[in-house]
């Protein structure tokens, strides 16, 4: 382990002790109601060792888990591990719910769109080589066995970061009663209602501010949240903000899509797929989540 990357810093403040540290390409903290510095040092460490495991398991950056046997299978079937299956079968579902817009095999996009602010797209050209090579009705899934074709690849980047923090909540649920709020780069969870106030308060990045507004705020008793959005990452083409979000099925960014969408839902995973799903919408992105009767928050440009 690297010390240096796996490395926790404490605050203590007011009732509450909030551990930070790094994963997931992002900051990380949890923040405890509590004034037991022993029960918020092992709840923390429980907390960032789940997400640093999570992390290494299924980043596809790295060259020594199950991503890279399945991306290097040159066709082959592999054999996967009972909690792979069980992201498997969530994107299998979030494929079939969106029509196929949310399709873990459109990582490969990520070859040519790197979203950093400036107006440097793609060629149409190099967009319609890798299209082939995206689809999840390509792929065959079949507990616990998974064959995807040769040259495709599969990303668990839009699932991962907020299955981490639901499972790392389910860990601090085993160790404490006390309050506990978990966010991973602003996917949250919180396990319970804080004692000595109403409800956590979350505040939301504003991306649109105009006259007489102010930075919306979820109030937050339990249960999770998530957010997609293009704060940091997006691309300027004719005038225009591109989106993050990719339309696998184009190879483009989303068209009209919103510039962010916050959902308050059970757990942070089903937040994060109707905030991505809702993007996928693009200009019926509030339509979607009034009609699955969330609580949400989107902001436009």
Not at 7 to 13: P, Q
Not at 17 to 36: L, N, R, Y
Not at 171 to 184: E, G, H, K, Q, Y
Request: proline letters at 5%; one cysteine or more.
């Amino acid at each position: 382990m690297n010390e240096a990357l796996h490395s926790i810093a404490y605050k203590d403040s007011q009732g509450f002790i909030t551990g930070h540290f790094t994963a997931m390409a992002g900051p990380c903290e949890v923040i405890i109601e509590t004034s037991d510095q022993a029960l918020a040092d092992k709840v923390t460490k429980t907390v960032a060792d789940e997400a640093w495991r999570i992390e290494s398991t299924f980043s596809r950056y790295r060259t020594d888990n199950i991503i890279y046997r399945i991306n290097n299978a040159n066709g082959e079937p592999v054999g996967v591990d009972a909690e792979t299956a069980r992201l498997l079968d969530f994107a299998d579902l979030c494929f079939q719910v969106s029509d196929g817009m949310f399709d873990i095999t459109s990582g490969v996009l990520g070859k040519l769109w790197k979203f950093d602010g400036s107006s440097n797209i793609p060629a149409q050209s190099e967009i319609d080589k890798l299209l082939p090579k995206i689809g999840w009705d390509q792929v065959s899934w079949s507990n616990p066995k998974l064959q995807i074709p040769a040259g495709m690849a599969l990303d668990f980047g839009g699932i991962g970061k907020e299955y981490a923090v639901d499972s790392a909540a389910t860990l601090a649920r085993a160790i404490t009663d006390c309050p506990v709020l978990i966010n991973f780069g602003g996917d949250i969870v919180a396990t319970s209602a804080p004692i000595s106030r109403q409800h956590w308060l979350i505040g939301i990045e504003p991306l649109v501010l105009g006259q007489n507004k102010v930075p919306p705020k979820v109030a937050l008793k339990h249960g999770g949240v998530a957010t997609s959005g293009d704060s940091k990452r997006f691309l300027l083409h004719q005038g225009k903000v591109l989106s993050h979000v990719l339309n696998p099925k184009t190879g483009w960014p989303v068209a009209d899509a919103p510039a962010s969408v916050t959902v308050l839902a059970s757990n942070c995973t089903q937040a994060g797929m109707l905030s991505t799903l809702a993007m996928l919408q693009g200009k019926d992105a509030e339509q979607f989540l009034t009609a699955q009767e969330v609580e949400h928050w989107i902001q436009r440009r």
